[in-house]
């Protein structure tokens, strides 16, 4: 587990590479919501999410080849990572990875490996692989980097009384309760994912790692089990963890366009979701994590 020392050295990697994202509050959004919201921009990465955070803090630390799997965000974060730090990068995803999210790695340098027909598949294939393996969830560095964007957020934003965070295998709402403990306590922190994909969600719940049925149509927030690591954390620290539809997650989508003026994939309007869902669990001022932009044409279109 990492603490509050590796990531205020994750900060100084991270700083380095990239510059803080921007969060704005839109005056039509508050209005529709009835309180005050803080919207964090990690669509504004130069990957598109926030993930590149954790990359660049842990490859920081390795001098090997790197070997790693995942359908889209991970993949992306890992290829800029290593381009960065001039080290080459395997990264195996499902053969019906979507051909945007293919081409965005490949076009960063790194080699894709298509196979299989899920990530179970791509995880046993890239154990069979050369290199360090990276895990897209059980990675204390990647807590750690991503722990950056949490920083960030209450440093300008000491305010915030809740704060809403998706999750998929937990590292982005884990990496916000163990900042939220040490430099904004009185903030609570409310993890949310997809009804059609409820393996954190229901690991937290239970207090054990579960695997659950994978059948959201968003990204970010699919896995089908939890993360031992994560799970830890937010087992000590997440106030609260919600489920929402996919149906409102594309709602959120619109909203997000129409009021706020920004493009989020699905996972990253699941924060914007929960709050228009679940108005009892929220405080008068609430930061929502737009986590990521890269939406599927199909997405676009919907
Ligand atoms: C990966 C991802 C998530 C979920 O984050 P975890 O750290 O896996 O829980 C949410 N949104 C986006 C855009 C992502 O890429």
């Known amino acids: 587990m990492p603490t509050m020392r590796d990531v205020l050295k994750a900060r100084r990697i991270v ?58 965000n991970h993949a992306r974060a890992i290829a800029y990572a290593a381009r960065e730090y001039g080290r080459h990068a395997t990264i195996v995803m499902p053969e019906h990875a979507a051909p945007l999210k293919v081409r965005a790695v490949e076009a960063l340098g790194a080699k894709v490996v298509l196979h299989g027909v899920n990530m179970a598949d791509a995880e046993a294939h890239a154990q069979t692989l050369p290199g360090r393996l990276v895990s897209p969830g059980d990675e204390p560095a990647l807590i750690a980097g991503v722990a950056t964007l949490y920083l960030e957020l209450f440093e300008r934003h000491p305010d915030l009384d809740t704060l809403v965070v998706p999750v998929g295998s937990g590292t982005g709402a884990a990496a916000a309760c163990l900042v939220a403990a040490a430099v904004a306590p009185h903030c609570r922190v409310i993890g949310v994912q997809s009804a059609a994909s409820p393996a954190a969600h229901d690991s937290w719940r239970a207090g054990t790692c579960v695997q659950r049925g994978n059948h959201t149509r968003v990204d970010g927030l699919a896995t089908g089990r939890g993360f031992a690591g994560p799970q830890e954390i937010l087992r000590a620290r997440l106030h609260d963890f919600v489920l929402v539809g996919d149906d409102e997650i594309d709602a959120a989508r619109g909203v997000l366009a129409r009021l706020a003026g920004t493009q989020a994939e699905g996972a990253g309007a699941a924060g914007l979701a929960a709050v228009r869902q679940r108005p009892d669990l929220l405080g008068a001022t609430v930061g929502v994590v737009v986590t990521g932009a890269n939406a599927t044409e199909l997405e676009l279109a919907r």
């Open 15 to 72: 700083a380095a590479h990239l510059p803080p994202t921007p969060s704005w509050s839109y005056p039509l959004l508050d209005e529709a919501v009835g309180r005050r919201l803080v919207v964090k921009h990690e669509n504004a990465q130069p990957t598109g999410a926030f993930k590149v955070r954790g990359a660049l803090n842990l490859l920081a630390t390795l001098d090997e080849d790197i070997v790693t799997y995942s359908t889209g």
